[in-house]
């Protein structure tokens, strides 16, 4: 046998250093592209002002990938004490966590910007599906895919119970139900339409078919005994220890 034979990396390590490569051109490319209107903020945001970076699309774009840097230092110091604690996964739990809250909290914080007229003009709503497609634009609906597909996208990594492109459509349309309801009380000078909340859960559905080879599922999540191997019980831990597994009359006979 040859040992001067590299091992080439596990095919799930390489498709994720490339889903790594792609984010982050595709990262850089937005970047470029928003480049202009993102520097239009920075001086006000730089200075810590509220008006004119917090409660403007620009200014939470910006303090949102200024703060990834964060993000990222959080997700680390949280995957650390998961590992000092002996918890397995930790990484992908915890990058899974911070990822669900900062993707998703800056774009619930812009569709809930108040308008010109909020408090003055009443809620509007908007119930026949497709009709408010024509009007989005291809802006519109990418943003609105963008809404909760972080949430999508960590979810299953994160839970085992929402391993499941249904269960995350179901998440990402009641979590847009709530947003559009929440504008609609508010009276926040905006339409609350339905076409909203498709365009939302498809974007949710979409992102969770792209993590789906990293989903936690139960096996995944089940706890980790002494020995190292997942299981439970008397069987387990004698098939962990490489001895026969103790049969019905040999478990009474021992009690």
């Given at each position: 046998?040859?040992?001067?034979?590299?091992?080439?990396?596990?095919?799930?390590?390489?498709?994720?250093?490339?889903?790594?490569?792609?984010?982050v051109l595709g990262l850089a490319g937005a970047l470029f592209v928003l480049r202009r209107p993102l520097m239009m903020s920075a001086p006000t945001c730089m200075a810590g002002r509220w008006h004119g970076c917090f409660d403007t699309f620009n200014g939470v774009v910006l303090m949102t990938l200024v703060l990834l840097p964060a993000a990222v230092l959080v997700a680390w110091l949280l995957a650390?004490?998961?590992?000092?604690?002996?918890?397995?996964?930790?990484?992908?739990?915890?990058?899974?966590?911070?990822?669900?809250?900062?993707?998703?909290?800056?774009?619930?914080?812009?569709?809930?910007?108040?308008?010109?007229?909020?408090?003055?003009?009443?809620?509007?709503?908007?119930?026949?599906?497709?009709?408010?497609?024509?009007?989005?634009?291809?802006?519109?609906?990418?943003?609105?895919?963008?809404?909760?597909?972080?949430?999508?996208?960590?979810?299953?990594?994160?839970?085992?119970?929402?391993?499941?492109?249904?269960?995350?459509?179901?998440?990402?349309?009641?979590?847009?139900?709530?947003?559009?309801?929440?504008?609609?009380?508010?009276?926040?000078?905006?339409?609350?339409?339905?076409?909203?909340?498709?365009?939302?859960?498809?974007?949710?559905?979409?992102?969770?078919?792209?993590?789906?080879?990293?989903?936690?599922?139960?096996?995944?999540?089940?706890?980790?005994?002494?020995?190292?191997?997942?299981?439970?019980?008397?069987?387990?831990?004698?098939?962990?220890?490489?001895?026969?597994?103790?049969?019905?009359?040999?478990?009474?006979?021992?009690?």
């Amino acid at each position: 046998m040859n040992h001067d034979v590299p091992l080439s990396a596990p095919p799930r390590r390489r498709g994720g250093i490339v889903l790594l490569g792609l984010a982050v051109l595709g990262l850089a490319g937005a970047l470029f592209v928003l480049r202009r209107p993102l520097m239009m903020s920075a001086p006000t945001c730089m200075a810590g002002r509220w008006h004119g970076c917090f409660d403007t699309f620009n200014g939470v774009v910006l303090m949102t990938l200024v703060l990834l840097p964060a993000a990222v230092l959080v997700a680390w110091l949280l995957a650390r004490a998961r590992r000092a604690a002996g918890v397995s996964g930790a990484w992908p739990v915890s990058l899974a966590e911070v990822g669900m809250v900062h993707g998703t909290v800056p774009f619930v914080w812009m569709i809930l910007m108040p308008g010109a007229g909020a408090g003055v003009v009443p809620g509007r709503v908007s119930l026949v599906p497709l009709r408010d497609l024509i009007t989005m634009g291809p802006l519109g609906i990418v943003g609105n895919l963008l809404v909760f597909a972080s949430l999508g996208f960590f979810a299953p990594m994160r839970f085992a119970a929402l391993a499941s492109v249904p269960r995350v459509l179901a998440l990402g349309a009641g979590c847009s139900v709530l947003v559009e309801t929440a504008q609609y009380v508010l009276r926040l000078d905006r339409v609350s339409s339905v076409d909203d909340v498709l365009v939302n859960a498809a974007g949710a559905a979409l992102a969770a078919l792209a993590s789906r080879r990293w989903w936690r599922t139960a096996r995944r999540s089940a706890p980790v005994g002494f020995s190292g191997q997942r299981g439970h019980g008397v069987g387990a831990t004698a098939a962990s220890s490489g001895g026969p597994v103790p049969t019905g009359r040999d478990r009474s006979t021992a009690a």
